[in-house]
């Protein structure tokens, strides 16, 4: 009788840690299939370059993290993401992957569709070449909007967005591909998400 127990516990236990490393695996191939290459670092500066099939002109996907204001809230996060068409992501949360689903998700902050879109409850303010996606310009910026349209995003760019948690981000595109039919193909931005 122990002998039976001791097996069905360990046959459990067995089946416990196939299904962690199903899962593991799962995720992996996901996050790489739906979204390319993700890095996270908290909170130091954002890391950017250019990657397979970037267009010419790569800019440096360094964000202001507005440190040095004496107004600033604390970084939540910062990091990089290359998102691929159909592909939405979070911005305040702390999931490695950005929480990055394909096909969008209704409490996503950015959606890259044909166009690159506010989520539900979110909203993006482009900047203009003179100002800087830091904490005062995005906490302060009145022209928030619901998308950019693909002749808009080009390395450089500079949009700060207000999630639907109330955080303000700010985001800089380092890399930008359109496609033949004009849609965004992949985007690679760093962002900084400030703590609400």
Not at 11 to 25: P, S
Not at 29 to 53: I, K, L, W
């Amino acid at each position: 009788m122990s002998s039976e127990r001791e097996r069905g516990v360990i046959i459990a236990a067995v089946i416990t840690g196939a299904a962690a490393i199903i899962a593991a695996l799962i995720t992996v191939y996901v996050h790489t299939s739906s979204t390319g290459s993700v890095t996270d670092s908290r909170p130091s500066a954002v890391e950017g370059g250019r990657t397979a099939g970037s267009s010419e002109g790569g800019a440096s996907a360094s964000v202001d993290t507005g440190g040095g204001s004496p107004s600033s809230p604390a970084v939540f996060r910062s990091g990089t993401v290359r998102m691929v068409l159909r592909n939405s992501i979070q911005l305040a949360t702390s999931a490695t992957n950005w929480a990055a689903v394909p096909d969008g998700c209704g409490d996503c902050d950015l959606w890259l569709y044909s166009d690159l879109q506010a989520g539900s409850g979110s909203a993006i303010s482009k900047l203009d070449s003179t100002q800087n996606a830091d904490y005062a310009t995005c906490s302060t910026a009145t022209s928030y909007q619901q998308a950019i349209s693909p002749q808009e995003v080009k390395a450089g760019l500079q949009f700060c967005v207000k999630t639907n948690r109330g955080n303000f981000a700010g985001v800089k595109v380092s890399q930008a591909s359109i496609s033949a039919s004009g849609e965004i193909a992949s985007v690679t931005l760093g962002i900084v998400v400030w703590a609400s």
